[in-house]
């Protein structure tokens, strides 16, 4: 049967993953530098177990019950802790927590965006964010970044020409810390020029904050929502990358009301986080797990962006440059001009059997510059890291 004639409209906006994509041809003696995994090595098992058994034995059926669409009262509690541990101040009420943070920048999508709307990104920016928000059909407009993050001085130019238009800017799409793909950092001298715009035009911001935990050098950074004074920022982190992925747990932060809506959205989509996770992350933050867990994540991912960083100045041939991370998992790769690096990528998997992210699908253009790849550093072995990007500079030097 031929069901391409049954889908909805909005499904020509649903563009498959290309990191999803290129897991197909990846196979054993392939080296991916392609997701963003954690290195499993930091994923608390034992103790996982152990607060496994407790909260079954604890809360029994009502950690295997259906739960409250905003989250557990007691993980909520956890969480408005942690975050007053990283300087924002919260109360259960300003709270809901997701299916990782996937699931909220779905929800964003569904409750802010439509064909009249315009979303603020840096540009290239996260992908799945762009996936999640493509089929609302809003205009995306990508700010250009340097190795400092998004230029705030072409915001502002931006947020105002756009004013002048009659825009209706929904909000700012922002991953300040250690950006996903680029791997770059927002000075606060930024954040707080950033926060300035959106107060004078009286904007929306959504900061996405996974990797703020993991800052490797003497680099402080503030999280913009600390900064915030007047509830205009929708703050998005998750537990992903400090206790597990596969738990998928994420939690908004914002005004109260924004959470409501969240809630709202939330019941037709799942109606609620899975409960005996959430009591397990609870349980994990109560016990101090993930506070004890997060330096020793920091210190082995900054002896594998070293690595990386090593290998690439030791293999990469002349022309081929690439940002120096202060946190996260990603380093941001610009080859020669000339390279296709989606083009290359059969070739670098299936010859060189080695794999990354072509750029071309983090940027909201159009026609999006092509000579660009995410390599992630936290996944594959130190000596993988060393080979991989051995193989890596061979089959740009190919193309050369
Ligand atoms: C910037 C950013 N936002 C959101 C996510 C989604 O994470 P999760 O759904 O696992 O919480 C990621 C994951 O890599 C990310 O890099």
Request: neutral net charge; glycine residues 8%.
């Amino acid at each position: 049967m031929d069901v391409s004639k049954l889908l909805a409209g909005r499904t020509a906006y649903m563009r498959s993953s290309e990191i999803r994509e290129l897991l197909k041809w990846v196979t054993a003696d392939v080296i991916s530098f392609g997701g963003g995994m954690p290195d499993p090595s930091t994923f608390p098992t034992e103790d996982i177990a152990k607060i496994t058994a407790y909260v079954l034995e604890t809360y029994g059926g009502k950690a295997l019950q259906y739960g409250p669409t905003d989250g557990v009262p007691e993980l909520k509690e956890e969480l408005a802790k942690f975050a007053e541990s990283n300087g924002i101040k919260a109360s259960s009420d300003n709270i809901i927590v997701t299916v990782g943070s996937q699931e909220a920048l779905e929800l964003l999508g569904r409750l802010f965006l439509d064909e009249s709307s315009v979303v603020i990104t840096e540009n290239p920016t996260y992908i799945a964010a762009l996936q999640s928000w493509r089929v609302y059909r809003p205009r995306l407009v990508g700010i250009p970044m340097d190795d400092h993050g998004m230029r705030t001085d072409v915001l502002e130019e931006q947020v105002k020409r756009l004013r002048a238009e009659g825009a209706k800017i929904k909000f700012i799409y922002t991953v300040p810390t250690a950006q996903n793909p680029t791997g770059v950092t927002l000075p606060d001298e930024r954040r707080r020029h950033l926060l300035e715009v959106a107060e004078r035009y009286d904007l929306l911001v959504v900061e996405d904050d996974p990797y703020g935990y993991f800052i490797f050098d003497n680099t402080v950074v503030t999280r913009l929502k600390a900064m915030d004074k007047s509830g205009r920022v929708i703050y998005l982190s998750t537990a992903s990358k400090i206790f597990s992925p596969g738990l998928r747990l994420g939690w908004v932060i914002a005004e109260p009301e924004i959470i409501r809506w969240f809630a709202l959205g939330k019941q037709a989509l799942n109606l609620n986080t899975p409960t005996l996770n959430q009591y397990m992350l609870a349980e994990g933050l109560r016990r101090g797990v993930i506070q004890r867990n997060i330096p020793n994540i920091v210190s082995l991912y900054k002896r594998k962006r070293d690595a990386m960083l090593a290998a690439l100045e030791t293999y990469m041939p002349k022309g081929v440059a690439w940002t120096r991370p202060s946190g996260g998992m990603f380093i941001w790769v610009r080859v020669p001009e000339k390279i296709d690096t989606k083009e290359m990528l059969q070739d670098a998997v299936t010859k060189y059997k080695v794999a990354y992210v072509p750029g071309h699908g983090f940027f909201v253009d159009e026609n999006p510059p092509r000579n660009t790849m995410r390599l992630n550093f936290t996944y594959s072995s130190f000596e993988q890291i060393d080979e991989g990007i051995r193989r890596l500079a061979n089959a740009i030097k190919e193309r050369i």
